[in-house]
Nanobody
């Protein structure tokens, strides 16, 4: 019902910035504004972890402690796209970044287990 495609990953030096995008394609009759969106990441040998999330309208936003003050999530419900602006990148931010969606309004950290739809991910590599 929802297809998600991430883009914007790449190689960046520590201290640099990247902007990830996640474009959603929805089945007929589905509205992007009824989906909560989240960004997750998975580093080699580690579990997938929550990075940031936004509710249906984007009025409520949530961040992992490790990225607070450096990353910013936003969404454009007309363009059916969610963004992750990543500033002051660190080597430990290196991971595959995934966007995900579900119908549940988030109240804080989002669990990967609760997400219904996933993109294939985009690789972010931060060199130190």
């Amino acid at each position: 019902q929802v297809q998600l495609v991430e883009s914007g990953g790449g190689l960046v030096q520590a201290g640099g910035s990247l902007r990830l995008s996640c474009a959603a394609s929805l089945a007929s009759g589905r509205s992007f504004s009824t989906y909560s969106m989240g960004w997750f990441r998975q580093a080699p040998g580690k579990e997938r972890e929550f990075v940031s999330g936004a509710n249906w309208s984007g009025s409520s936003k949530y961040y992992a402690d490790s990225v607070k003050g450096r990353f910013s999530i936003s969404r454009d419900n007309v363009k059916t796209t969610v963004y992750l602006q990543m500033n002051s990148l660190k080597a430990e931010d290196t991971a595959v970044y995934y966007c995900a969606a579900n119908h549940v309004q988030p109240t804080g950290v989002m669990s990967p287990r609760d997400m219904d739809y996933w993109g294939k991910g985009t690789l972010v590599t931060v060199s130190s």
